[in-house]
């Protein structure tokens, strides 16, 4: 027997690509194309770097009341991580130790099967519908947990708070994670059903809508009972806190409202934009709820697109994987590089002759 054969064997989560150049589009890992607050970009630029060689706080007791204040709940019900991933690995590690299958969609954040596998927590996926939404009622079924992203990644598409309290009366024997990771794009919060349900457990992300992807930080809330199991199982797996830098970016991101408003308008009403145009050209897509969309064209191939695009440095997100594989999941981007994005779009559609190329000459489109 060699150590071969000890060695894990997994199918690791893809991310979208990274390419090693400077000048192309990135509309492919769902970031915010604005920097971060102003604030936090100073709390950066002063912080004090001899403090650096003390541990930071294990708890991010500051961050935590921040966040706490401003979500309107206890600093009990509020647990910081080290991006969203690091919570959520944590949820699974803390909350899923049943031989009952967890439960979650089939279409939706694709490493909930990689922690899954890892941790050997057995899992199954519910089939979304045609229109890739989730039904709740398919949820009515005995299980060791339940994983809903609201809204839903790559799909888009969120539901409102009925949605989430259904499933939750029919799962009170079980922790239900939402993963609000696109909530402030128009999404519904879950956050007024927390005093309701103490096995609700809501995990939210800096890295989009405030435009802190390369900070990493992220957070969990749910009753304390839960936050003391995901602090127990941090101190015993991963005892490193979110680091003393990062806690101060995060702070001050959370105390710049104004900022935060006006960057989610500007990728909400670029989103919208991009959405009247991606139909105008035949594309079919849910209405977002989050900085991305999902779009299908009937007459040509999601990968033909994406090559097309990848060729003039724009980078989109393709799925080989069934059911979605004839969609792209397209990032919010500013309105110079929705604008390109559009272009090659329409310059591409005309090169193939799409069938409606006469209706897309009378809307203004030249050759």
């Excluded at 199918?11 to 604030?39: C, H, M």
């Excluded at 990728?267 to 594309?283: A, C």
């Amino acid at each position: 027997m060699s150590w071969r054969d000890n060695l894990i064997k997994i199918e690791p989560y893809v991310a979208g690509e990274q390419p090693n150049k400077t000048d192309f589009i990135k509309l492919n890992a769902n970031e915010n194309p604005y920097p971060p607050s102003p604030k936090a970009q100073k709390a950066i630029r002063e912080f004090d770097s001899t403090t650096l060689k003390k541990y930071p706080s294990s708890t991010a007791k500051e961050l935590v009341k921040a966040i706490a204040r401003r979500e309107g709940i206890g600093v009990e019900n509020v647990f910081a991580g080290n991006g969203t991933d690091d919570v959520l690995s944590l949820c699974f590690r803390a909350f899923f130790n049943s031989k009952k299958p967890v439960i979650f969609p089939d279409i939706t954040y694709s490493f909930n099967t990689v922690w899954c596998d890892i941790l050997r927590i057995p899992y199954e996926t519910v089939p979304v519908d045609e229109e890739f939404n989730i039904n709740p009622a398919d949820y009515r079924r005995e299980n060791g947990g339940v994983v809903i992203a609201n809204p839903n990644a790559p799909t888009s598409i969120g539901r409102g708070l009925d949605f989430i309290r259904e499933i939750l009366e029919n799962n009170r024997d079980s922790v239900v994670i939402v993963d609000e990771a696109y909530v402030d794009f128009g999404g519904t919060t879950a956050i007024p059903l927390l005093s309701e349900y103490d096995n609700l457990c809501i995990t939210r992300t800096f890295s989009k809508s405030r435009s802190m992807a390369g900070m990493r930080l992220g957070y969990a809330m749910a009753c304390a009972e839960l936050i003391s199991a995901l602090m127990a199982t941090k101190d015993s797996m991963n005892s490193y806190p979110v680091d003393s830098i990062a806690q101060a970016a995060g702070i001050a991101s959370i105390e710049d409202d104004e900022y935060f408003r006006e960057t989610l308008k500007k990728v909400i009403s670029t989103r919208d934009r991009l959405t009247k145009e991606l139909r105008m050209m035949g594309f079919r897509l849910p209405d977002s709820q989050t900085n991305f969309v999902f779009a299908t064209h009937p007459d040509i191939s999601a990968r033909e697109i994406f090559d097309h695009l990848k060729s003039k440095d724009i980078y989109v997100r393709w799925f080989n994987k069934p059911r979605i594989s004839d969609y792209l999941r397209i990032t919010v981007g500013t309105d110079e590089e929705t604008d390109r994005l559009i272009w090659e779009l329409k310059d591409l559609l005309l090169e193939v002759g799409w069938e409606k190329k006469e209706r897309a000459l009378n809307a203004g489109w030249t050759e």
